[in-house]
């Protein structure tokens, strides 16, 4: 069994989350195309919203995924990027969200 990761959630936020996870799970699963055509900008894009974002949604650790696969795809290091992508897969699969009272 694994362990989840329990975030609270600002209230006046509640309902943008389940939209925002699902989100964080489509580019995970356009990830691996993007590694296949070698896209860098398209990565470092994606790896830039999901920085400037996560801490917005009270997901700080998703902020740090994306700036850790930002700066990769910018050096084009595809490996960081795949072992980064898969911390956040299992981040996406463990956490779970509770109000923030």
């Not at 975030?7 to 389940?18: F, G, K, S, T």
């Not at 195309?33 to 830039?48: N, Q, R, V």
């Not at 994306?66 to 990769?72: C, L, S």
Request: aromatic share 8%.
């Amino acid at each position: 069994m694994t362990t989840p990761i329990i975030v609270r959630i600002d209230p006046d936020l509640w309902a943008l989350i389940p939209g925002y996870l699902a989100n964080r799970q489509h580019d995970l699963a356009r990830l691996p195309g993007l590694l296949e055509a070698a896209d860098w900008l398209a990565l470092a894009f994606m790896g830039h919203g999901m920085k400037g974002s996560g801490g917005s949604y009270g997901f700080d650790a998703i902020s740090e995924y994306g700036a850790r696969i930002e700066r990769a795809a910018q050096t084009a290091q595809g490996d960081v990027v795949r072992g980064v992508a898969a911390e956040l897969a299992d981040y996406l699969a463990r956490v779970e969200t509770l109000p923030d009272t």
